[in-house]
T-cell receptor, first 113, second 113 residues
Framework: KAGVTQTPRYLIKTRGQQVTLSCSPI?????VSWYQQTPGQGLQFLFE???????NKGNFPGRFSGRQFSNSRSEMNVSTLELGDSALYLC????????????FGNGTRLTVT | AQSVTQPDIHITVSEGASLELRCNYS??????LFWYVQSPGQGLQLLLK??????LVQGIKGFEAEFKRSQSSFNLRKPSVHWSDAAEYFC???????????FGTGTSLTVIP
């Protein structure tokens, strides 16, 4: 079974631009979560989608948004990029049961210049 | 409030030596606890999980962890470390409100020959 796939692997953007990251979950997984990983801060929860609905949202500004499609694929968008948005963005999928562990993709490394 | 603390930012051990990585959590309900490992440029891979029952859980790659409710700890151990174990290790607790997990800031492990 294929794992979680994130595209692209690397992105370089300029301040003020916007960016869209994509995530394809493991087949059969309906929950998709996004995390921001930065040195010293660890993984910070962005949001989670389940059956095309945002089920939970972390403490990030409204510039960070996401969506999920009917095939469970998910995208996250960051508008008006800031230097501090440079990070590794990780997508994770899990099964329906609430105690199911997260399965992570390899992430998208975003650099904002 | 929910939180995870990994007191050791960086640990260096000799190959063949034993290893213990510390994790303390704060969680309002019965926790589900996880340890993940991250190699450079990769996503997080699940090492082991604790849901209930036996407080000593076995994971992949020879790792084990012990849940101690009285100490709010879930320490990761390995009897004999291999050079390939060098990576970053994350402890996590959850889920909370949907499928949100809280992660520690990670412990970076260096293995010297």
């Amino acid at each position: 079974k294929a794992g979680v796939t994130q595209t692209p692997r690397y992105l370089i953007k300029t301040r003020g631009q916007q960016v869209t990251l994509s995530c394809s979950p493991i087949s059969g997984h309906r929950s998709v979560s996004w995390y921001q990983q930065t040195p010293g801060q660890g993984l910070q929860f962005l949001f989670e989608y389940f059956s095309e609905t945002q089920r939970n949202k972390g403490n990030f500004p409204g510039r960070f948004s996401g969506r999920q499609f009917s095939n469970s694929r998910s995208e996250m968008n960051v508008s008006t990029l800031e230097l501090g948005d440079s990070a590794l963005y990780l997508c994770a999928s899990s099964m329906t049961q609430t105690n199911s562990p997260l399965h992570f993709g390899n992430g998208t490394r975003l650099t904002v210049t | 409030a929910q939180s995870v603390t990994q007191p050791d930012i960086h640990i260096t051990v000799s190959e063949g030596a034993s290893l213990e990585l510390r994790c303390n959590y704060s969680y309002g309900a019965t926790p589900y606890l996880f340890w993940y490992v991250q190699s450079p440029g990769q996503g997080l891979q699940l090492l082991l999980k604790y849901f209930s029952g036996d407080t000593l859980v076995q994971g992949i790659k020879g790792f084990e962890a012990e849940f101690k409710r009285s100490q709010s700890s879930f320490n990761l151990r390995k009897p004999s470390v291999h050079w390939s174990d060098a990576a970053e290790y994350f402890c996590a607790v959850g889920p909370y409100t949907g499928n949100q997990f809280y992660f520690g800031t990670g412990t970076s492990l260096t293995v010297i020959p």
